[in-house]
Nanobody, 115 residues
Framework: QVQLVESGGGLVQPGGSLRLSCAAS????????MGWYRQAPGKQRELVVT???????NYAGSVRGRFAISRDKAKNVIYLQMNSLKPEDTAVYYC?????????WGRGTQVTVSS
C-alpha cells in the first residue's frame, strides 16, 4: 500500500503562485509514475502533470509553461510549482502514484484562484 498526503493548497489571486507538495509513504519502492490531477466543481478529474521514475514529464496543455513538477526521490516527495494562476485553475488537486498497475490517490488539496 502507498499513502499519499498533499499539502500547500489555498486561496491565491489571479497571477499568483502556489506550491503543492505530496509525500508518499508505505510501500513506496518501485513506484513507476507520480503526478497531479485536478477536479473542478461539476467537471471530471483531469491530468495536470505526471513524472516517471526516470524523470520524464507529461503536462496538460493548459498548464504547460506555467506549472512545474519536481521530485525528491530520496524523500518520496513530489512538488507542483504553479505560477501565473488563473481562475480556471481552481480545483481540488490530487496526488497520484502508479505502482505495478495499481493507482493510489491522496485526499486532495483545494486550490482557489480568485480576486
Amino acid at each position: 500500500q502507498v499513502q499519499l498526503v498533499e499539502s500547500g493548497g489555498g486561496l491565491v489571486q489571479p497571477g499568483g503562485s502556489l506550491r503543492l507538495s505530496c509525500a508518499a509513504s508505505g510501500s513506496t519502492g518501485s513506484i513507476n509514475i507520480m503526478g497531479w490531477y485536478r477536479q473542478a466543481p461539476g467537471k471530471q478529474r483531469e491530468l495536470v502533470v505526471t513524472i516517471t521514475s526516470g524523470g520524464q514529464t507529461n503536462y496538460a496543455g493548459s498548464v504547460r509553461g506555467r506549472f512545474a513538477i519536481s521530485r525528491d526521490k530520496a524523500k518520496n516527495v513530489i512538488y507542483l510549482q504553479m505560477n501565473s494562476l488563473k481562475p480556471e485553475d481552481t480545483a481540488v488537486y490530487y496526488c497520484n502514484a502508479l505502482k505495478y498497475g495499481v493507482q493510489y490517490w491522496g485526499r486532495g488539496t483545494q486550490v482557489t484562484v480568485s480576486s
